[in-house]
């Protein structure tokens, strides 16, 4: 059975920062490429970013470019993701999500980890 | 960036009707389309990719179709467990964008 468990999730407040992690088992993760995509409370998904398999490959959204930091160990099986200079507009659900490169999708989803940043 | 339209925002229909919900982007991204399914507080599940074709274990009254810039979801019979919010995203180019959504609701 595929799963992805996020865990690092929390109350932050804004300028602090956050290190979410994500637990993979039940695929061959190192054939995947990686991705953190959010989902602000009532609103739709948005991709932040993702990672080869192999991490030579990185991509970051505008929005976070800068502050954020992607990150995996295939040894381990798992993502990550460091977060910096939150603002309040980081406020949202994040999950960690397996692509599928055969078929060019966002093949496995994990719960979600919930982040709010608010003073 | 691509941008994703999608249209209805949401749309009310009874068990057995079909259903079609479009996807529009902003410039030509030949098949580079998937379609998501997303209950209230569940992750999405990945429904079509490369836009027409379904994933494994997908019932056979979802389908896909379209090229280049126009794109469509359909649901042939719409049954009960499908009412959810559904959302196209491309994979042409990055960063990945998704279209805003629509809410599918049963009569």
């Known amino acids: 059975e595929v799963q992805l468990l996020e865990s690092g999730g929390g109350l932050v407040q804004p300028g602090r920062s956050l290190r979410l992690s994500c637990a993979a088992s039940?695929?061959?993760?190192?054939?995947?490429?990686m991705h953190w995509i959010r989902q602000a409370p009532g609103k739709g998904l948005e991709w932040v970013s993702g990672?080869?398999?192999?991490?030579?490959?990185?991509d970051y959204a505008d929005s976070v470019e800068g502050r954020f930091t992607i990150s995996r160990d295939n040894a381990k099986n798992s993502l990550y993701l460091q977060m910096t200079s939150l603002r309040a507009e980081d406020t949202a659900l994040y999950y960690c999500?397996?692509?599928?490169?055969?078929?060019?999708?966002?093949?496995?989803w994990g719960q979600g980890t919930p982040v709010t940043v608010s003073s | 960036d691509i941008q994703l339209t999608q249209s209805p925002s949401s749309l009310s229909a009874s068990v057995g009707d079909r259903v079609t919900i479009t996807c529009r982007a902003s410039?030509?991204?030949?098949?580079?389309v998937n379609w998501y399914q997303q209950k209230p507080g569940k992750a999405p599940k990945f429904l079509i990719y490369?836009?027409?074709t379904l994933q494994s274990g997908v019932p056979s009254r979802f389908g896909g179709s379209g090229s280049g810039t126009d794109f469509t979801l359909t649901i042939s019979s719409l049954q009960a467990e499908d009412s959810a919010t559904y959302y196209c995203?491309?994979?042409?180019?990055?960063?990945?964008?998704f279209g805003q959504g629509t809410k599918v609701e049963i009569k």
């Open positions: 999500v397996a692509f599928n490169n055969y078929v060019e999708g966002f093949e496995y």
């Open positions: 039940g695929f061959a993760f190192d054939d995947y490429a």
């Open positions: 990672i080869s398999w192999n991490s030579a490959n990185i």
């Open positions: 410039q030509i991204i030949n098949t580079y």
């Open positions: 490369a836009a027409s």
């Open positions: 995203q491309q994979s042409y180019s990055a960063p990945w964008t």
